[in-house]
């Protein structure tokens, strides 16, 4: 029998979630037993040659599953079935796929959001590309290309954010100085940037100086918060007292998590310059600018040089 694609592999690796799996690597002989594969299947490798072709279906069978709310991951590398899981096996479903998650509001307001967010975090202008599956057959191999490199690097993203809240915390704080250096900040040099002390910091953590004087500098606070934990004015308010004190005009504040509306509507209304980063941009932003992420493989996609057939 052949080696499952991914869709097919969602019911087995979520049945062996359930009988006590708790990573990917655990689910594979449940999946190799189920289809009888042989071990030149076993074995096969992508075309990367980085790991199976099996592991790499599975891992993203894991990943849908996750997005429906089928599986949580309460660590890194570490995935458990939730009760909404349990429900659907009871259920006697006789497959799992996209179209079967359909049915759950956090698979759907993924596939939105995963469809509507360019390289950068910023939104795109294209509902219609809120259920690209149902629109496989009418688009160009250009746009299926680019929605699969979108979906790659939405999956990517939550790795990154799953890496991130497992960092020692002064650690965090020195990635987001390397973030903002990466991005060009001090002249995109190391040395411009310096961390405060880990106590008495009075609420910055990180200081960026735009000029070899130091008479312009980003102050920056990271706060590393579980994902429904947002950050409420208060906390910007504190900020915004610790930039006072220090005779700052610019400020950044990153959170693993999110900010309240009342977060964002109070920023906007001071005279300071505060840019917010939450989880989701922060992940987009650490893979634009290859911060703790590294290239896989590159495709190159050519055209005629028309220039030379004139």
Do not use: C
């Not at 708790?22 to 299947?41: G, K, Q, R, W, Y």
């Not at 490798?45 to 089928?70: C, D, E, V």
């Not at 961390?195 to 130091?214: C, V, W």
Request: charged share 25%.
């Amino acid at each position: 029998m052949a080696i499952p694609d991914f869709q097919t592999a969602m019911l087995p690796v979520l049945r062996a979630f359930a009988n006590g799996a708790d990573n990917v690597s655990s689910v594979l002989p449940a999946i190799i037993a189920e289809f009888s594969l042989t071990s030149d299947e076993v074995e096969e490798l992508i075309p990367s040659g980085r790991m199976t072709t099996l592991q790499s279906r599975a891992h993203w069978a894991r990943t849908y599953l996750s997005k429906a709310g089928l599986l949580t991951s309460p660590a890194r590398n570490r995935h458990v079935i939730t009760d909404a899981g349990r429900k659907l096996l009871d259920s006697g479903v006789a497959r799992i796929d996209m179209k079967t998650l359909e049915q759950y509001s956090e698979y759907r307001n993924w596939r939105a959001i995963e469809s509507s967010i360019d390289r950068d975090g910023a939104t795109l202008l294209h509902p219609s590309r809120a259920h690209p599956d149902a629109a496989l057959n009418v688009q160009t191999p250009d746009e299926r290309i680019e929605q699969d490199f979108n979906s790659i690097e939405a999956a990517l993203s939550d790795e990154v954010l799953s890496a991130i809240v497992t960092m020692d915390p002064v650690k965090f704080e020195r990635l987001i100085l390397d973030l903002l250096t990466k991005m060009g900040y001090g002249a995109g040099n190391i040395a411009n940037s310096q961390m405060t002390k880990t106590s008495g910091d009075g609420g910055i953590d990180g200081i960026i100086n735009e000029d070899k004087l130091g008479l312009d500098a980003v102050y920056n606070q990271a706060k590393r918060y579980a994902p429904e934990n947002k950050v409420s004015r208060p906390a910007l308010q504190a900020f915004v007292g610790s930039l006072t004190g220090e005779g700052a005009t610019k400020g950044v504040f990153v959170t693993t998590s999110d900010f309240s509306k009342e977060a964002r509507d109070y920023v906007e209304k001071v005279q300071h310059r505060i840019v917010l980063i939450n989880g989701t941009r922060l992940a987009r932003l650490m893979i634009q600018n290859e911060v703790g992420v590294r290239a896989r493989k590159i495709y190159t996609l050519r055209s005629v040089d028309e220039d030379y057939f004139i």
